[in-house]
């Protein structure tokens, strides 16, 4: 799944080459690309017609498209496989491609929606008076938000009762981190992902911190990380980050600290990447 940085290319693309531009057409190509938006294809096609795009905004992993003009946001699930491609108008349709959106301007280029797997999808929405799209307004901020408050999510965590990688995956906690930045940070922290968030010191918490935004921001100067071609930006391009992880996908691998092989264990349908030296497991206290 796309985790923040390869959210925040994409917002940054849309950005630039979609807000200010009105909609002249929509094309719903599959049902389920829009199976979100509860009144159907028809109603979102109609309901976009006409409406001016703003600025692409995010919070985490969501990305969405607000209008101008009505307190109305269109709301991307990238899921596995979803892209948003800005093409020319000219180009020929992909394979997979579920939804089309047409400007009215002279520009050339229109807006696609392509997802091979059609786990994503896109959905309109009222909007709260922040400007968040109402189905997600119980989003945490994400550690790149200016407005992210460190004490708060220390004290959260301390409270959560929970184990620390369970915590960063938490989104009404933190938001934007998934299971490749959550061991990475963790790596770089030199903390394994079962330990209780009750023993956080603050400043342990501090430096776990700085370590997400440190790999996030890493990740975001070269395009995030792409394993395969289907996540993109929004001309078509994969990101390179997968180079540089320290222990995402490493197994067997050297520790890039101590050279002992890092290991992979199973971990909430997922997978866990870390060195056993460096990263300790907790210590289990047994009842006297």
Request: net charge positive; with cysteine; aromatic share 6%.
């Amino acid at each position: 799944m796309p985790e923040l940085p390869e959210v925040e290319v994409v917002r940054r693309g849309l950005e630039r080459w979609v807000a200010d531009r009105t909609v002249a057409e929509v094309e719903v190509l599959h049902p389920r690309a829009v199976r979100r938006h509860l009144a159907g294809g028809e109603d979102f096609a109609q309901r976009l017609r006409g409406h001016r795009m703003g600025a692409a905004r995010r919070r985490g992993k969501y990305l969405w498209l607000p209008l101008d003009d009505a307190p109305l946001a269109v709301l991307g699930h990238l899921g596995m496989s979803g892209q948003l491609l800005v093409r020319p108008e000219e180009a020929a349709d992909e394979k997979h491609l579920r939804v089309r959106v047409r400007f009215a301007d002279g520009l050339g280029t229109e807006l696609r929606f392509v997802d091979q797997r059609t786990f994503g999808g896109l959905s309109l929405h009222d909007t709260t008076a922040d400007g968040l799209p109402d189905v997600i307004g119980h989003i945490a901020r994400d550690p790149l938000d200016e407005a992210f408050d460190d004490d708060a999510f220390h004290t959260a965590l301390r409270l959560r009762r929970t184990t620390i990688k369970r915590a960063l995956l938490d989104q009404s906690l933190i938001s934007g981190v998934g299971n490749i930045y959550a061991d990475e940070a963790l790596w770089r922290s030199r903390l394994h992902y079962d330990r209780p968030t009750a023993s956080m010191t603050r400043p342990r918490s501090a430096e776990l911190l700085g370590h997400v935004r440190d790999v996030m921001t890493a990740a975001l100067a070269v395009g995030g990380t792409s394993f395969d071609s289907l996540y993109v930006n929004v001309n078509g391009e994969s990101g390179y980050f997968d180079r540089s992880l320290d222990a995402y996908g490493r197994e067997g691998l050297p520790c890039g600290r101590c050279g002992t092989p890092m290991r992979r264990r199973p971990w909430m349908n997922r997978s866990s990447y870390f060195c056993p030296k460096c990263q300790r497991p907790p210590r289990v206290v047994t009842a006297r």
